[in-house]
């Protein structure tokens, strides 16, 4: 008897969820948009889209990482850049530094360079020769003519050309140098003549009994001349007798570099 029951029991179980599964698919087929269907294929897309989400913040996420990392190399990058600038430029300044002072050096160097040679002229009488000077400075050039008296000494002349063209052109003395500072540079020479003079007077005063005292020397009637240690020199003549020819001049010399600020 109870094995029967039992029987009965499987075969009505079987039949039960056999006829459910058939229901449901009858129901599926007939009525597709049903509340329950709609719900469930809402829910399974709720998941999906849940799932999609989660996926897209974790790629989200993991792009504003490499992205805040991408901006840490970028400030990096451009604090490099920055710093190489700066020290390019901080180079490049003392690069131009060392290069301005390179050519104020030669410019230096260029300005007080003076070259001299020497040409002896001669006679066919056994005459002292006539020694010719020619020194060349910036654009001018600079012929001392020392020509020897029948007692052979030597009286000496300079003549000035400019030759920044191929005519050179003659200048006088005081076309060297600025006109407003000539009266200044003056004064300046004639206080070494004003020594020499005052000391000539008191060694020899029988060459000086028809001078009184010394009487400042004009630029334009100075000798001016060159030598090769880079000096100009400034000559003037007393006007004494040919008795006291060895102290009738006087000559004093300044360095090229001193000078600079009267010279154009």
């Not at 180079?91 to 360079?113: C, F, G, M, W």
């Not at 009184?212 to 003037?236: G, H, Q, V, W, Y």
């Amino acid at each position: 008897m109870k094995l029967i029951l039992v029987f009965t029991i499987l075969i009505f179980s079987c039949f039960t969820l056999h006829g459910q599964n058939f229901f449901e698919k009858q129901l599926d087929h007939f009525f597709p948009n049903r509340k329950s269907k709609q719900i469930e294929r809402l829910e399974a897309k709720t998941d999906s889209l849940k799932r999609a989400n989660d996926s897209l913040s974790s790629s989200v996420n993991i792009a504003a990482e490499k992205i805040v990392h991408l901006k840490k190399e970028i400030i990096a990058l451009k604090g490099d850049v920055f710093n190489e600038k700066e020290s390019a430029r901080a180079t490049r300044t003392q690069l131009e530094k060392e290069v301005y002072e390179l050519l104020d050096s030669i410019s230096r160097i260029n300005y007080t360079l003076i070259t001299c040679s020497e040409e002896i002229q001669s006679s066919n009488n056994n005459a002292p020769p006539v020694v010719i000077n020619t020194c060349l400075w910036r654009t001018y050039k600079f012929i001392e003519k020392g020509t020897p008296d029948s007692k052979g000494r030597y009286l000496w002349s300079t003549e000035i050309f400019d030759i920044k063209t191929s005519a050179a052109s003659k200048l006088s003395n005081v076309d060297l140098f600025k006109a407003e500072k000539i009266a200044e540079l003056e004064k300046m020479i004639n206080q070494r003549f004003e020594e020499d003079y005052t000391s000539f007077k008191s060694g020899s005063p029988g060459c000086f009994y028809n001078k009184k005292a010394f009487e400042p020397i004009p630029l334009s009637t100075m000798r001016i001349a060159l030598n090769d240690n880079s000096e100009m020199i400034f000559e003037a003549d007393f006007g004494l007798a040919e008795a006291c020819f060895s102290i009738s001049s006087s000559s004093t010399g300044f360095k090229i570099n001193e000078l600079r600020e009267f010279l154009k």
